[in-house]
């Protein structure tokens, strides 16, 4: 019998949602079939011979099988699920009952069949009853199959008050849930039993877990504040075993998915300016029917620039990437995209500090266009892995322009940051240093237009502040700001994405353009935001009964209090209103290629603190040389 129900589980399991429909819009008609045979044997005259009689009424008997097919489908039986009919759903059965009934009683008045009085009307009520009656039984047969299949889930119940004790009563009429104890922080309720079930305190959950066999733990406390319920979450889920706020029984009973007690915090929200959302216009001819080439392709801007370059129909897109979980995501995603657009998607998985590799990607796919969105960018971890900044920003950036200059591709687009500007540790040393490279070869390249765009931060990418501050506000907080008075230019993915492609396409060499990025933004302001947005409120000095603490941690190491995006307060306006330009590279094309020959040497030799000295020397003295020029202008 174990097996019998087993093999029956799996099969109702490999059935999809459309094939149980199709059982039971089949179902009406077997049962109209059934119905109609026997009210046709019960009211057949006496003289009859019960099969031939049937047999002569075959004709009647598929008529009303058809137009129960039909009723069925008309009135929505099939999409009803067993476990969700009820009374409204029986008043349709019985709307399909009066139909088959009302056929069979004027088929068999036009037929001149001599059925004995009071046919139709059994006919019909024998079709309602048998509906309804195949149909509780196919579910408690389903309900048994599914109880002896899976055993129930074991859960404790945080709270034992009355919102646990009405839980707990609500359990025990459902089979695949069981409660088996409480848990609760009031002492005077330890010991003794709610809803039959015993009440523990909070610090005997440890044990009461491998004791039970418990599966989850069912917070049951809706007095509480939505940050207190998520601290005593975090406590519980520090041991190992799964937990949920339920907002309503209807939830638990169901075995729906929990829903998140925060709101959807959208970045768009938290921009201070309007932003630009017209399209690419003519700007997306530079893109078309050409082999465009994206680095970082799995990044934040990078997968970015993939959607919006891939609008523009080009012939052929190349993803470079070095992370194959990325790689594999991004290029899964361009795929379903690019379904009717005559756009090859090649994935290249690598890095552009393999000149080698670079060079073969170049010419094997003769790329055209190459828009530069790799580089390490998390301000911290490049302070203490100066070596991976370097080689991967600077020597990366200079490998892959080289390259591209030598194949003589048309067009390198490179993403640069507003911590470029007088930068105060390594990450934004290792970005100015790559504007310098491109810079320098901008100065004598022929064949191919290099140019840089330099914006703030992005809004929602890894890494960046609102992803971490809805984390941990989920996580009952606090929400860290490293200084009070801090703040950075902001702007969201999508607009970054499509002004760089906009000023790529106006380019025409050397170019350092500069996004408006609008008025800079506190961070402390933006983390209030982000509590508030979720729901929750912040604890302060005046506001103490607060869900969500804000704590100073002081800036890291490489971070400054403001953020600048251009060295020089002049900038001049392009075609664009949201597109500017600046003139501010300060050391000459002898000084590059020394800073890249010295720092070459250090990295070669493997020494961190050397190659840290030796950037940081030469933005001084590129920043000194653009000070020195203004002065003398002046």
């Known amino acids: 019998m174990g097996r019998q129900v087993h093999t029956l589980f799996g099969f109702v399991k490999l059935l999809s949602r459309w094939q149980k429909q199709m059982v039971l819009l089949l179902l009406d008609p077997a049962v109209v079939i059934l119905a109609a045979a026997v009210t046709l044997a019960l009211f057949a005259p006496p003289e009859a011979d019960a099969p031939a009689w049937l047999f002569g009424n075959h004709a009647m008997i598929l008529l009303t099988a058809l137009v129960a097919l039909g009723a069925g489908f008309a009135l929505g039986l099939h999409r009803v699920q067993l476990k969700s009919y009820e009374l409204s759903s029986v008043g349709r059965s019985a709307v399909l009952a009066a139909a088959v009934a009302i056929v069979l009683g004027a088929h068999a008045g036009l037929g001149q069949r001599d059925l004995m009085p009071g046919a139709a009307l059994t006919f ?46 609500a359990l025990k009429t459902h089979g695949d849930i069981e409660a088996v104890a409480f848990i609760d922080d009031n002492p005077v309720l330890h010991g003794m039993r709610v809803a039959g079930l015993p009440v523990h305190p909070a610090n005997k959950l440890r044990s009461l877990i491998p004791a039970h066999g418990l599966e989850r733990v069912l917070l049951a406390m809706p007095q509480l504040g939505p940050a207190q319920r998520v601290r005593i979450a975090r406590r519980i889920a520090a041991l190992g075993i799964e937990v949920q706020a339920l907002p309503s029984f209807a939830q638990l009973v169901g075995e729906e998915a929990i829903l998140d007690q925060l709101a959807p915090v959208l970045p768009e929200s938290f921009v201070n300016r309007k932003a630009h959302d017209r399209a690419l216009g003519t700007s997306s001819r530079v893109y078309r029917d050409k082999t465009v080439m994206v680095t970082g392709a799995g990044g934040s801007i990078g997968s970015e620039l993939c959607r919006q370059v891939l609008a523009c129909a080009p012939r052929r897109l190349v993803l470079l990437e070095l992370s194959e979980l990325a790689l594999y995501t991004i290029e899964r995603e361009l795929r379903s995209l690019a379904e009717g657009i005559a756009c090859e998607i090649v994935p290249v998985l690598g890095t552009v500090t393999d000149r080698r590799q670079v060079r073969a990607t170049l010419e094997r796919h003769d790329v055209q266009i190459v828009l530069h969105a790799a580089a390490y960018k998390h301000v911290p971890l490049l302070e203490s892995n100066a070596a991976a900044a370097l080689t991967n920003n600077v020597i990366g950036t200079a490998t892959l322009a080289q390259e591209a200059v030598a194949h003589g591709v048309e067009r ?14 390594l990450m934004g040393a290792s970005k100015r240093l790559s504007e310098l490279v491109i810079a320098d070869l901008a100065r004598d390249a022929t064949g191919t237009t290099l140019s840089m765009v330099r914006f703030g931060n992005v809004l929602g990418s890894s890494g960046s502040v609102i992803p971490l501050f809805r984390e941990q506000v989920e996580r009952g907080g606090p929400v860290t700001v490293t200084a009070r008075d801090v703040t950075r230019y902001f702007m969201t993915i999508a607009e970054a994405a499509k002004l760089v492609l906009r000023a790529g396409a106006m380019a025409e060499g050397g170019e350092v353009f500069v996004l408006d990025m609008g008025k800079p933004v506190r961070i402390v302001d933006l983390a209030r935001q982000v509590i508030e947005a979720s729901g929750y409120s912040v604890r302060d000095a005046a506001n103490p009964d607060g869900d969500i603490d804000i704590v100073i941690t002081g800036l890291r190491p490489g971070e400054k209090t403001h953020e600048e995006l251009s060295i020089l307060p002049d900038r ?19 000084e590059t290629r020394r800073a890249m020959q010295a720092l070459s040497a250090t990295l070669a030799r493997g020494d961190d603190d050397a190659a840290r000295a030796e950037a940081m020397h030469w933005v001084q003295r590129d920043l000194s040389s653009i000070t020195d020029a203004v002065a003398q202008q002046r």
Not at 412 to 425: E, F, M, N, Q, Y
Not at 574 to 590: N, Q, R, V, Y
Request: aromatic share 6%; charged share 15%.
């Open 412 to 425: 390198l687009i490179h993403v640069s940051t507003d911590k470029a500007v007088r930068p105060v540790g």
């Open 124 to 169: 019909g009520l024998m079709s309602l009853c048998l509906g309804v009656l195949v149909r509780m039984a196919l579910l408690q047969i389903l309900l048994r199959v599914y109880s002896e299949n899976a055993a129930p889930r074991r859960v404790l119940i945080y709270g034992a008050g009355a919102t646990g004790a009405q839980l707990a009563f």
């Open 572 to 590: 001049a306006p392009t075609a664009h209103p949201k597109i500017f330009t600046t003139s501010e590279i300060g050391l000459s094309s002898f």
